[in-house]
C-alpha cells in the first residue's frame, strides 16, 4: 500500500457499514476488515461503482482515498513523460530545482525496455518473432537486486486473446546487452491488420513496453503441395530386387519392405529419375538409398555413388554397415572422406561408395572442373534433406545446386535421389511430380503414441527439477519392461538423471527394476569400464551416453542396451544423430539448452527433436512406440502442431553467403558479377524466394522484385569481401581472388575469423581430427590468445 494512505486507520463505528459494502463490490477482497488496506479498497471500489455511503465520518475518508488515487496514478503516467526531460528542466517543473537531480535518478531506475522485431512467416499459419530486447535504465542493485522479471505478451488486434506469454529474466550482469528472443505465434485468415507485442514487468506497477506489429505489407507463404497418400499396396517381397546377390544383403534382416519402401520401389529401383522421399524418422529410408545404389551397380557395375550425410557420426555408421553390406558381400570399395583434401582425393579415385557430411564434399567438389572424380559421380544420394533449414544448410544447399550445375554443364544426368523428413525442396532438385513422395508425417512403420507434457516453471533449473519424477513415472508407467532412452541438454544432467531415477528405483524398493539380466552376465563388460558412476549405474540396468565416454565405454552400453541388459540409458542431446539404438520408450526431458554465446536458454531445432522422437521405432520388436516430450508449457502447442504436420524448410544461404562467394571465386566458377546471379539461380534459395518473400526480406514477388534483391544480395556480398581484401572486383563487374581470400577456401574459415587465423603460425588440431569449428567458444580462445602471444592484430 502507498505510504500515501499510512494515516488511514479502522474506526470502530464505521465497521458495520464497511462490512455492507464489502459485500457489495465488485472485486472480492481478501484481507480482514480490521485492516487499513482493505478499507482503502472497499472505499475506490464504491467509489468506482458509485455506491452510496452513509456516514459522513467514511465520506470524508472517501475523498482523501479517491484524490489520492487519481494523484497516485497520474504520477504512475507521468513518469512516461518525464523520461525525455534533463534533470534541469524536471528541476524547473516541479518547481524545486534541488530536487531535479533526484527525480532525474528515480525516473530512470523505472526497468524501461526498448523493443524491436523483425517478424517472418514460417507458413501460413505461423509466424517467427525474433524480439530484441534493449534495456533502458540505470540498474541499481539496491532497488534491482540481480536480476528484474517480465513478461513478454503477444495480443491479438483487439486485446483479447494472448496468442503467447513467455517469462523474461534480465541479470543483472548483463543489463548493457540487447537480448534476442524468439517464439513463434499463430495466424489466422483472413489477415488481421495487426498484434500487439508487450512486455510487462512482474513487478513495478505501469512499467510496460508496446510494440504494434502490423500485417499491413505481410504476404504469407504459398500453399505446400498436398502430402503423398500412403496407398494399400502388398508389401513387396526381398525377391522383388530380382537378383540372388542383392536379395540376399537384405535376407536375414528382414522378411519383406515396409509399406514406404514398396510404395517408392519402382521409382528408385527401376527407373533413372531423380527421386524425393519426405517420410518421418525410422521409415526405413537408408534402405531406399541402398535400392538407389543397387540400381546404378546392376545399370553399371562401375559406377560411382556419393552418399551424404549429417553428421559425421552418422557418416561412421553408414560407412561400417556399407562396408559390410557393400564392400565385403557385393566387392564395391566403400570409403569415407575424413576432411583432409589430400586423403580424400586419393579416397574418392579408388572408392566407388563414398560416404560423406556435406561440409567435405563441398571442399572436395569446389574445383570439380579439374576433378574428374567428382565429374563422374553417377549418383548423388542426399540424406537429412530437411537440416537445410538449420544450422550446416547453407553447406547442403551449396552443394546440392553444384551437383545440379556440374551435370547441367558436362551434359550427363547425374542421378540425385533426395531424402528427407521435410518436403518441398524436391522441384528445385529436378524431381518430377510423379517421382516426388512427401508422406505424411503420421506415416511411420509402426504407430507412435506421442505425450507432450507441459511444465509451467519458466526457470530452467527448476523446471529441469520438477521433470526428474515424472520422466521416472513415465519409464514406469508407459515401458515398465521394454527399452528406453531418455534425452537431456547436457553432461551433468545425464549423469545426474540417472543417479536420480535410480533414488526413486530405491525409494520404491525396486533398486534393480531397470536391470534386466544376471550380474555374472555383465561383469566381463564391467571390467573394462572407465567411467566410476556409470559402472556404478549400469549394474543397476540404468546407463548414459555422452560426448566425454571413451568409445569402448559408448560401445559396450550400447551393446548391454541392444542386449537388453540395461533397459535405460540417458542420451545427451548433441548424439541423436550418431546413435545406433532404438527403443520403444523416448523421453525428452525438456527442450531447451544453455546457449554459452547468447547467456541464455535456447531451443533445440525441431529437426533435433525429431530424431530424438524417431529413436522410438523397434519394426521388428514392437507393434507401437511411445514418445513423452516435456517443455515449458508454452512450447507445448508449438510441438504438437510440428511434430504431427510437415516441416516446413527455408533457406538459410543469404546469411552465409560470404564463404560460398569466396570459394567460388577463387575456383572460378564466378568470374563476375553476373555469374554470381546465375550461381544463386541454382539454389534452393532462388527457388523459395518467390515461395515466401517475406521470409527473405523481399516486399514482393514480380520479376523486378526478384531480380533486384538477388542483384543487391550480390552486390553487398562482393563488396564485403572487397573490404576484407579478400576478393577484387573490377570495373565493377569482374572478381578476381587475392591472396587472403584463397587462404581462406583453403583452409575452410569462417569468414568472421578467416583474418586471424590464416596468420597463425600453429594450425590448429583438435583431438578427432576433424576441422576445428571456429565458432566453438574454447576454439576461438585458443585462436585469440595464440593472437595475442604472437602479436598478431
Ligand atoms: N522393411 C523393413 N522391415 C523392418 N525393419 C526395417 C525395414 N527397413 C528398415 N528397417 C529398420 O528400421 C530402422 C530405421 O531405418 P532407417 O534408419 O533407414 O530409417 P530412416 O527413415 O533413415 O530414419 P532417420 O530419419 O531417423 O534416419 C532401422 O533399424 C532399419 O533396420
Ligand atoms: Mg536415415
Not at 545426474?496 to 530405491?506: F, G, N, P, V
Request: charged share 25%; hydrophobic share 40%; glycine share 4%.
Amino acid at each position: 500500500m502507498s505510504g500515501e494512505f499510512r494515516n488511514i486507520t479502522v474506526r470502530e463505528e464505521e465497521t458495520l457499514e464497511l462490512q455492507k459494502l464489502m459485500e457489495h463490490v465488485p472485486i472480492p477482497i481478501k484481507e480482514s476488515m480490521e485492516e487499513p488496506s482493505a478499507k482503502v479498497n472497499v472505499l475506490l471500489q464504491a467509489y468506482i461503482s458509485q455506491l452510496k455511503l452513509e456516514g459522513f465520518a467514511l465520506m470524508a475518508d472517501m475523498v482523501y482515498v479517491t484524490q489520492s488515487a487519481s494523484r497516485l496514478l497520474r504520477a504512475v503516467f507521468e513518469i512516461e513523460r518525464l523520461y525525455d526531460l534533463e534533470a534541469n528542466d524536471i528541476g524547473e517543473l516541479i518547481r524545486v530545482p534541488k530536487l531535479g537531480k533526484t527525480i532525474y535518478k528515480y525516473v530512470h531506475q523505472f526497468p524501461k525496455l526498448e523493443l524491436s522485431t523483425h517478424i517472418q512467416p514460417i507458413t501460413r499459419y505461423t509466424l517467427r518473432v525474433e524480439l530484441t530486447i534493449t534495456p533502458d535504465f540505470q540498474w541499481d542493485e539496491k532497488v534491482h537486486g540481480q536480476s528484474q522479471a517480465f513478461w513478454i505478451l503477444v495480443e491479438d488486434v483487439d486485446s483479447e486473446v494472448i496468442l503467447h506469454h513467455e517469462y523474461f529474466l534480465l541479470k543483472y550482469k548483463y543489463c548493457q546487452d540487447d537480448h534476442l528472443v524468439k517464439f513463434f505465434v499463430p495466424v489466422f485468415e483472413p489477415l488481421p491488420p495487426q498484434y500487439f507485442l508487450r512486455i510487462v514487468s512482474d513487478r513495478w506497477i505501469g512499467v510496460e513496453t508496446q510494440l504494434p506489429v502490423s500485417f499491413r505489407h505481410l504476404i504469407l507463404p504459398e500453399k505446400n503441395l498436398p502430402p503423398t497418400e500412403l496407398l494399400d499396396l502388398q508389401p513387396l517381397p526381398i525377391s522383388a530386387l530380382r537378383e540372388p546377390r542383392f536379395e540376399e544383403l537384405y535376407a536375414d534382416r528382414f522378411p519383406q519392405f515396409n509399406p514406404i519402401q514398396t510404395q517408392v520401389f519402382n521409382a528408385v529401383y527401376n527407373s533413372e529419375d531423380n527421386v524425393f522421399v519426405g517420410a518421418p524418422t525410422g521409415s526405413g529410408k537408408t534402405t531406399i538409398a541402398e535400392f538407389a545404389v543397387l540400381r546404378m551397380l546392376q545399370q553399371n557395375p562401375h559406377g560411382r555413388v556419393v552418399y551424404l550425410v549429417s553428421r559425421d557420426a552418422l557418416a561412421e555408421l553408414i560407412f561400417m554397415d556399407w562396408h559390410q553390406k557393400f564392400g565385403q558381400n557385393l566387392g564395391c570399395k566403400v570409403v569415407k572422406l575424413t576432411g583432409e583434401t589430400g586423403t580424400d582425393l586419393k579416397l574418392i579415385a579408388k572408392g566407388q561408395i563414398i560416404v560423406t557430411t556435406a561440409d567435405k564434399w563441398d571442399i572436395l567438389s569446389r574445383r570439380w572442373k579439374q576433378r574428374k572424380n567428382v565429374q563422374n559421380i553417377q549418383l548423388f544420394i542426399v540424406d537429412e534433406l530437411q537440416l537445410i533449414g538449420g544450422e550446416e544448410g547453407p553447406v547442403l544447399e551449396v552443394v546440392c545446386s553444384r551437383m545440379r550445375y556440374i551435370s547441367s554443364q558436362i551434359e550427363k544426368q547425374i542421378r540425385i535421389i533426395a531424402l528427407s523428413d521435410a518436403r518441398d525442396v524436391a522441384q528445385w532438385l529436378g524431381c518430377n511430380v510423379n517421382v516426388t513422395f512427401n508422406f505424411y508425417p503420421s506415416v511411420r512403420p509402426i504407430p507412435l503414441e506421442l505425450h507432450v507434457q507441459g511444465f509451467n516453471i519458466t526457470h530452467n533449473a527448476s523446471r529441469i527439477a520438477a521433470m526428474s519424477k515424472p520422466v521416472y513415472n513415465a519409464a514406469t508407467k508407459f515401458s515398465p519392461h521394454k527399452p528406453v532412452i531418455v534425452f537431456v541438454s547436457s553432461r551433468k544432467l545425464g549423469r545426474l538423471t540417472a543417479i536420480d531415477i535410480l533414488t526413486y528405483c530405491a525409494a520404491d524398493a525396486q533398486l534393480n527394476r531397470f536391470f534386466q539380466a544376471e550380474e555374472e552376465d555383465i561383469k566381463p563388460f564391467l571390467v573394462r569400464m572407465t567411467d566410476k558412476t556409470l559402472k556404478e549405474t549400469l549394474s543397476l540396468g540404468v546407463a548414459y551416453i555422452h560426448e566425454g565416454l571413451t568409445a569402448s565405454d559408448h560401445r559396450i552400453v550400447e551393446q548391454l542396451f541392444d542386449s537388453g541388459a540395461v533397459q535405460i540409458v540417458v542420451v545427451t542431446r548433441d548424439l541423436c544423430w550418431g546413435l545406433n539404438i532404438s527403443a520403444y520408450l523416448v523421453i525428452i526431458m525438456d527442450t531447451q539448452f544453455y546457449n554459452g554465446k547468447s547467456h541464455s536458454y535456447d531451443d533445440y531445432p525441431v529437426t533435433d527433436v525429431m530424431q530424438m522422437v524417431g529413436r522410438a521405432n523397434r519394426p521388428l520388436e514392437d507393434d507401437d512406440a511411445k514418445c513423452v516430450l516435456m517443455c515449458q508449457s508454452s512450447k507445448k502447442d508449438f510441438f504438437k502442431k510440428f511434430l504431427n504436420e510437415s516441416l516446413p524448410v527455408e533457406s538459410h544461404l543469404d546469411h552465409r553467403m560470404h564463404n560460398h562467394f569466396n570459394a567460388e571465386v577463387v575456383t572460378k566458377t564466378i568470374e563476375n558479377k553476373q555469374d554470381a546471379v546465375d550461381y544463386l539461380t541454382w539454389t534452393f534459395l532462388y527457388r523459395r524466394l518467390t515461395q515466401n518473400p517475406n521470409y527473405y526480406n523481399l516486399q514482393g514477388v514480380t520479376h523486378l522484385h526478384l531480380s533486384d534483391h538477388l542483384s543487391e544480395l550480390v552486390k553487398s556480398t562482393l563488396s564485403d569481401l572487397e573490404q576484407s581484401i579478400c576478393i577484387s572486383v573490377e570495373d565493377e563487374m569482374d572478381t578476381l581472388p587475392l591472396n587472403l581470400g584463397m587462404i581462406a577456401a583453403l583452409q575452410e574459415i569462417i569468414f568472421e575469423d578467416n583474418i586471424l587465423a590464416a596468420q597463425l603460425p600453429n594450425k590448429l588440431t583438435v583431438p578427432n581430427e576433424t576441422a576445428p569449428k571456429y565458432i566453438d567458444p574454447h576454439i576461438k580462445k585458443n585462436l585469440q590468445l595464440q593472437a595475442h602471444l604472437f602479436r598478431i592484430q
